[in-house]
């Protein structure tokens, strides 16, 4: 059984790099979730594709924070001239089903990605 | 205002039934309540997942009440490896987007020998 796996587990990048993280979901799931975590919080949701449409970005996302899903397979979350607030885990989930009156949110989550900002 | 409530801390003992309640005042007619569990450094892990009434697994026991403005995760018998952070959801697809995606602080379980 192959779950959500992403790339890399953690990144340590220096003030004002561009870094770019992989989410790889489960195979026949339509939804891709990304979200952020930092020490003691919950995630905190970014964004999150049915297939290849990005659907919603939360209104705290940046500019500096790009996501894309080109095929409806995988997807890339990029963050431009990262700044030490940027440090945190980032989360990718997937989800298997949706209806019209409503998802069920079974969410399945992925490792994380580190990221450090020095 | 944050959509659901739920305890910041509760403590247990080993072979105890654990009960962590979330409140959803707000909960809209197509919301569904999802449950996850997170260890640290690792992902938030579904757990289940109720509309109305009651829902088992082999995991837990969801009850919610016929208002559904709130629910009650049951853990039973827990063990040391039950510690962790609990995690109420409520959402659905109903006008709302990803307004339900919303995990808060969650609800810290510690078990104890």
């Known amino acids: 059984d192959t779950g959500v796996s992403q790339d890399p587990r953690h990144k340590i990048t220096k003030r004002g790099q561009n870094v770019t993280f992989r989410c790889d979901p489960i195979?026949?799931?339509?939804?891709l979730y990304w979200y952020r975590q930092t020490l003691g919080q919950g995630p905190e949701f970014l964004t999150y594709?049915?297939?290849?449409?990005?659907?919603?970005k939360s209104r705290l996302l940046s500019d500096r924070f790009s996501a894309e899903r080109p095929k409806g397979s995988f997807s890339t979350l990029e963050i431009q001239r990262t700044e030490q607030g940027d440090s945190a885990m980032y989360l990718c989930a997937s989800s298997p089903r949706t209806s019209a009156s409503g998802t069920s949110y079974e969410q399945y989550f992925g490792p994380g990605t580190r990221l450090t900002v020095t | 205002l944050a959509k659901t409530t739920q305890p910041i801390s509760m403590d247990s003992y080993e072979g105890q039934e654990v009960n962590i309640t979330c409140s959803h005042n707000?909960?809209?007619?197509?919301?569904?309540i999802t449950w996850y569990q997170q260890f640290p450094s690792q992902g938030p892990r579904f757990i289940i997942q109720g509309y109305k009434t009651k829902v088992t697994n082999e995991v837990a026991s969801l009850f919610i009440p016929a208002d559904r403005k709130s629910s009650t995760l049951s853990l039973p018998r827990v063990s040391l490896s039950d510690t962790a952070v609990y995690y109420c959801?409520?959402?659905?697809?109903?006008?709302?987007?990803?307004?339900?995606?919303?995990f808060g602080k969650g609800t810290h379980l510690i078990i104890q020998p």
């Open positions: 594709f049915q297939n290849e449409a990005q659907l919603e």
């Open positions: 959801l409520v959402g659905g697809d109903s006008g709302g987007g990803a307004d339900g995606l919303t």
């Open positions: 707000n909960i809209a007619t197509n919301d569904y």
């Open positions: 195979s026949e799931h339509n939804r």
